[in-house]
DNA sequence: TGCCAGGCCCTCTTTAGGGCCTT
């Protein structure tokens, strides 16, 4: 097996205050699933107290209070935890432009770093499913048929989903595209081609 | 005081603007 197969990842989605972490945001919860060879083998979550109030459109969306963060840990303790769960391998995500944000951000506060790429799952998407309606991850899943909990914007519900989404985008590349046990390097720069060369590969 | 994301991608484009996606 190659060093770097696209089928062991790990698969993360970080609910926050808002959008932009320049803009204060912080990250309220960390939810990751742990791929090895296209298996989900390990899980990860946990809320993260911002140390401010989240405002009533956060709480709402998410279902997160700020009862329940008063006890939680501070995130920069979450993600010293999270480091050791990432270990060596890259990384997914829905939108990863987002999260890694959120990442490198609450990284920076707890002066840890990490070491893994990112791949996303909606660059991905908007290449290899171009005749889709559109490519929220909740719009995906539906029409991929794949398994849901009905918890959408949750941490761990949604890395569980974009996780089912990412090994059904590796079959698909075997099945429609021929493309065999890609390397995560392979995937990484598919997602960045041109739409049309990416649909000329596409078999007949 | 008032403002406020940012990366990708398309097009009526590149001396720009706006929609999509994430919370």
Avoid at 73 to 96: M, R, T, Y
Avoid at 166 to 181: A, K, P, S
Wanted: hydrophobic share 40%; glycine share 6%.
């Amino acid at each position: 097996m190659k060093k770097n197969n696209a089928d062991t990842v790990v698969v993360l989605d970080f609910e926050t205050s808002g959008l932009s972490p320049d803009m204060g945001d912080r990250a309220i919860e960390i939810g990751a699933v742990l791929i090895e060879a296209g298996k989900i083998t390990d899980r990860f979550q946990q809320l993260m107290n911002p140390g401010f109030k989240i405002n009533s459109f956060i709480q709402q969306y998410t279902g997160i209070t700020n009862s329940m963060l008063r006890n939680a840990d501070i995130g920069s303790e979450v993600i010293k935890k999270f480091v050791e769960f990432i270990g060596k391998n890259n990384l997914v995500a829905h939108n990863a432009s987002f999260d890694r944000r959120f990442l490198d951000s609450e990284m920076a506060i707890a002066k840890k770093s990490y070491n893994g790429q990112f791949s996303c799952t909606l660059l991905l998407a908007r290449r290899i499913y171009q005749n889709a309606q559109d490519h929220k991850l909740g719009t995906l899943i539906r029409l991929k048929n794949l398994p849901s909990s009905g918890v959408f914007h949750r941490a761990l519900a949604d890395a569980e989903m974009t996780a089912h989404l990412w090994l059904r985008m590796l079959e698909d590349l075997e099945v429609e595209y021929g493309i065999v046990n890609p390397s995560f390097e392979y995937v990484e720069k598919l997602s960045k081609m041109p739409k049309q060369k990416v649909a000329s590969l596409l078999r007949k």
